[in-house]
């Protein structure tokens, strides 16, 4: 049986923070952002530093008690902000038109009523395949169901768009990234 999930606090981001970091190593769509492992990790360690210091005051960060996994949720009618906006023009300064593409991308296809977003979703390579990423993922439905809102999220690799597709995402299409791999758009309706 999976560890139960649980918000994350203060205590939690260090290990929060690796755990997002080793998990996303080999995503795909990291890998095309950096693919040299190296800077891949420096990045993503600023990015989830960032992301962290956003979402964990707000409750919305989820991890379990042995913090091997941990998913980051994006409430409804959060704003993306300047400080949002420039931090990430400084994250991929390097890769501006990869960047670009993304976020047009990723914008372009989000719903434009209200909805949560699953930012993230990482589990520790060694403890995957046991149930971790698919309890988390349930936390979240759970409270988006409570507030009878839809959740929306990127697919970026077939294995963790086939966990959504049992936890009741559709595809809302598929998107080959600038000579990148493919990403799927993926929605749940509200429950």
């Known amino acids: 049986m999976a560890p139960e999930p649980r918000p994350a606090g203060p205590d939690d981001a260090a290990a929060v ?3 997002l970091v080793t998990a996303f190593m080999d995503d795909p769509v ?4 950096d693919p040299q492992p190296r800077a891949r990790e420096r990045r993503l360690a600023r990015l989830f530093g960032h ?27 959060t704003p993306v902000t300047a400080a949002d906006v420039r931090f990430y ?22 719903p434009r009523f209200p909805h949560w977003l699953l930012l993230y979703l990482g ?20 409270r988006a169901a409570a507030e009878d809102r839809p959740a929306y ?4 690799s077939p294995g963790s768009r086939r966990l959504y597709e049992r936890c009741g995402f559709r595809l809302l299409g598929e998107v080959r990234l600038l000579r990148g791999p493919r990403v ?5 309706e509200a429950r």
């Open 123 to 142: 589990v520790a390579p060694e403890r995957q395949g046991r149930g971790l990423g698919g309890a988390l993922l349930q936390a979240g439905l759970e």
């Open 51 to 77: 992301v962290l210091e956003k979402h964990l005051p707000r409750g919305t960060v989820w991890t379990n008690d042995e913090r091997s996994a941990a998913a980051v949720w994006v409430p409804p009618g």
């Open 30 to 33: 990291m890998r095309w952002f």
């Open 89 to 110: 023009l400084s994250l991929y300064a390097d890769r501006l038109p990869k960047g670009l593409f993304w976020a047009l991308f990723v914008e372009s296809r989000r």
């Open 184 to 188: 799927w758009p993926m929605l749940r």
């Open 17 to 19: 923070l690796r755990v």
């Open 153 to 156: 999220l990127v697919a970026s």
